[in-house]
Structure formats: C-alpha cells, structure tokens
C-alpha cells in the first residue's frame, strides 16, 4: 500500500484580519516547518529572482515574510539560484546579481544576503555521486551544497520543455551549474560558432580536458569532440557566445534528468517546500517577458513532499476554469475545459507526468497526496 504525503493548501482570500503574507505564515507553520532543525544553520532559500521584463515571479514580500520566518527560529537564510546556461541577464553573478536587485531581491528589502549559488561564472559546483541512469554525479552549486537546510520558494508555471515549472525543476535545473544545465539540457556537446568567435583563447585555457584549440589559420577556436566531456564550461566562460548547443534532448529525458538532479540537491539536507499558484504563466520565468495567465490565481501551497506538491499544483490547475481572456492556452483552445490537461494543451510535446512517475521511482517522494486545505 503507497503512502501519501501531506500537502496543505490555502487560498487567496484576506479580508482585515488577515493578509496574503499572513496566509503564507500560516501555511508554512501549519505544514510544520519549525520541525526543521533550524537554529544557527545555514539555510538556503531556493528561488527564482526572475529575468529582467518577466513579471510573474514570486514577489518579494513573501520572500521577505520567510526570512522573518527562518530567523527568529534561530537560523542563518540567504537567497540564492544558479546562473544560467543560456544568454541573458542572469549569465554570471554580477549580471545576476544586479537583476536580483532590480527585481526587488537584496539583502535591504529581503532582510537577509543574497548568494549566487554556482559562483561568477557558473563553474564553482560539486558533483554528488548518486549512481544516476542519466546523470551519475549532477553538478550542484557550492553554496547550496554547503547550506545546512534547503526551502524552496517556486512559481508554479507551465514549461516550454519540461511541460509544468514546479519544485522539482526549482530543484534539479535551479541547483546545477552551468556544466549541470548542460548535461540536463542536451545528450549533444558544444560547437563552437566560428562567425561569434573572437579567438580569444579564454575557452582554450579555461577547458579541463584539453579538448579545445585556436586553428592556427583562422585563429577561431576549434574543439575535439573526441576528448571534449560535454561539461559545458566553454559555453559558460565565452563572452560572445562563441560556444553553443544545436540540439536539445527530449522532454522524458529532461525531465529524467531534472529528477536526478533533484535528487542530488536532497541528498542528506533537510528539506521543505512552498509553491504559488498565482499568475500560472504558459512558460518559464526565465524569459524576458510573461504572457497572460491561464487560470485564475488559486493559492499556495506547501510540503516536505516536493514530488506530492507538484502533483497537487498540477492537479489543482487541471482542476482549475480556464480564463476565457486573451492568453497562449485560448489562442489555440479557446473552449478548454476543466479537468483538461492544459500543460499539454499548451506543450504537446512534453511529458510532465512522466518527470513525477521517474522522481517516485527514483525514491524523491510519491505522487499520491492528502490535500489539507487551511482557511
């Protein structure tokens, strides 16, 4: 007999006894988070600072109301994300930094330091050993690595690529490296664009396996595929996007992939999870922009769970009236009912329900849930 896991929900309602921060608190004491071993350890508070022109991140306040939260139970939180694997405004940790700061994520209105969590240029990582099918040794930033404690805050969303964004993905692609996006990304290795490249040399001294050269003709970076690993640091370390990808893997096996990375980051760390269900944007927050939601704001919910809490997310957006307004899911759906998988409806190409059924098989958590509704 599978077991289920608890996750509590509340709603979006507030009147002047209460507020949606208030709500949250509730939440999160309800779920039990003061179960954590929390006092004077290190406690990293996964979120997604949201690139430059998207809007449909988590706001601060929330964020805010958490760190309040964690310290006066004792503990040491600090935000943090990885850098990215593709160009934009969170490339680097100064880039990353600075939209953080934009976005309204610093240590003046969150209350605690904010930590990029795989370094400058997203190669300060650990490989954890766990013996995965698709990634054996997923490359986790340090500092999360280092944290005592790992919370998630996430945006629950649909994805592009691995059909829902939800606490696992926060997980899994949100903690790896640059080189760790890579290998969740695409089973390819880079090429190297000869017309962006500038001959710099900064990937031929910066590749651990020795896999690039400067053809001496035409001074462009050239690399062997026979030794070159597929770590990524060539992508992550050119400026002129010189290094690139051509092809991307399938969405079984990103979502397979983000499991396995997931399971890396939880790998002997106390854990909890909080997930928004408002502005269910179509697509991930990394892009510059956010189109119109698919469903009415619905709540927040929150687990020890982090595979029961998607499952729940997702459900309840199925669950959920689709808004009849302007947006990528009536573009194409205009009479999508509830109860439909919209995440399909949207992605069609992608499997999210099989990134749940490998994170329970790999022993991340189970899909079968007790739904707590607090009021």
Same mark, same amino acid.
């Given at each position: 007999?599978?077991?289920?896991?608890?996750?509590?929900?509340?709603?979006?309602?507030?009147?002047?006894?209460?507020?949606?921060?208030?709500?949250?608190?509730?939440?999160?004491?309800?779920?039990?988070?003061?179960?954590?071993?929390?006092?004077?350890?290190?406690?990293?508070?996964?979120?997604?600072?949201?690139?430059?022109?998207?809007?449909?991140?988590?706001?601060?306040?929330?964020?805010?109301?958490?760190?309040?939260?964690?310290?006066?139970?004792?503990?040491?939180?600090?935000?943090?994300?990885?850098?990215?694997?593709?160009?934009?405004?969170?490339?680097?940790?100064?880039?990353?930094?600075?939209?953080?700061?934009?976005?309204?994520?610093?240590?003046?209105?969150?209350?605690?330091?904010?930590?990029?969590?795989?370094?400058?240029?997203?190669?300060?990582?650990?490989?954890?050993?766990?013996?995965?099918?698709?990634?054996?040794?997923?490359?986790?930033?340090?500092?999360?690595?280092?944290?005592?404690?790992?919370?998630?805050?996430?945006?629950?969303?649909?994805?592009?690529?691995?059909?829902?964004?939800?606490?696992?993905? +926060? &997980? #899994?692609?949100?903690?790896?490296?640059? =080189?760790?996006? !890579?290998?969740?990304?695409? /089973?390819?290795?880079?090429?190297?664009?000869?017309?962006?490249?500038?001959?710099?040399?900064?990937?031929?001294?910066?590749?651990?396996?020795?896999?690039?050269?400067?053809?001496?003709?035409?001074?462009?970076?050239?690399?062997?595929?026979?030794?070159?690993?597929?770590?990524?640091?060539?992508?992550?370390?050119?400026?002129?996007?010189?290094?690139?990808?051509?092809?991307?893997?399938?969405?079984?096996?990103?979502?397979?992939?983000?499991?396995?990375?997931?399971?890396?980051?939880?790998?002997?760390?106390?854990?909890?999870?909080?997930?928004?269900?408002?502005?269910?944007?179509?697509?991930?927050?990394?892009?510059?922009?956010?189109?119109?939601?698919?469903?009415? +704001? &619905? #709540?927040?919910?929150?687990?020890?769970? =982090?595979?029961? !809490?998607?499952?729940?997310? /997702?459900?309840?957006?199925?669950?959920?009236?689709?808004?009849?307004?302007?947006?990528?899911?009536?573009?194409?759906?205009?009479?999508?009912?509830?109860?439909?998988?919209?995440?399909?409806?949207?992605?069609?190409?992608?499997?999210?329900?099989?990134?749940?059924?490998?994170?329970?098989?790999?022993?991340?958590?189970?899909?079968?849930?007790?739904?707590?509704?607090?009021?």
């Amino acid at each position: 007999m599978t077991t289920s896991s608890k996750v509590y929900f509340i709603g979006i309602r507030a009147n002047g006894s209460h507020n949606l921060l208030d709500n949250m608190e509730k939440l999160v004491r309800k779920a039990g988070i003061e179960k954590l071993p929390l006092q004077d350890k290190f406690v990293a508070l996964k979120i997604h600072f949201g690139e430059l022109g998207n809007l449909a991140y988590i706001r601060p306040n929330y964020v805010a109301r958490m760190v309040k939260i964690l310290t006066a139970l004792g503990a040491k939180p600090f935000l943090t994300d990885c850098n990215t694997l593709y160009s934009g405004s969170r490339q680097n940790a100064v880039d990353h930094l600075q939209t953080a700061m934009v976005n309204g994520f610093n240590p003046l209105s969150a209350g605690c330091q904010v930590i990029i969590g795989d370094g400058l240029k997203g190669l300060d990582y650990r490989e954890i050993p766990i013996d995965g099918k698709y990634c054996p040794a997923p490359k986790i930033g340090s500092a999360i690595v280092d944290a005592d404690i790992l919370i998630t805050l996430t945006h629950f969303k649909g994805h592009e690529a691995a059909g829902i964004g939800g606490t696992i993905k +926060n &997980l #899994g692609m949100g903690c790896g490296a640059v =080189p760790g996006k !890579l290998e969740m990304h695409s /089973a390819s290795k880079p090429v190297i664009h000869s017309d962006s490249c500038r001959g710099c040399g900064l990937c031929v001294k910066h590749c651990r396996h020795k896999a690039i050269s400067l053809n001496k003709q035409t001074k462009k970076a050239v690399i062997d595929h026979s030794k070159c690993v597929g770590c990524g640091q060539c992508i992550a370390i050119c400026q002129f996007q010189g290094a690139y990808l051509e092809s991307y893997d399938d969405s079984r096996s990103l979502n397979a992939r983000i499991d396995e990375y997931a399971k890396a980051v939880l790998k002997d760390k106390p854990n909890f999870h909080v997930s928004f269900i408002m502005d269910v944007s179509p697509e991930c927050d990394c892009w510059g922009h956010n189109d119109a939601p698919i469903v009415p +704001n &619905l #709540g927040i919910a929150a687990s020890f769970d =982090p595979v029961a !809490l998607d499952a729940a997310c /997702a459900d309840l957006v199925l669950n959920a009236p689709a808004l009849k307004s302007e947006n990528m899911l009536t573009d194409h759906h205009p009479n999508c009912k509830c109860k439909q998988d919209k995440f399909k409806l949207l992605h069609p190409d992608t499997d999210w329900k099989f990134g749940l059924e490998y994170a329970e098989e790999i022993g991340i958590g189970t899909r079968q849930y007790e739904l707590i509704k607090l009021s």
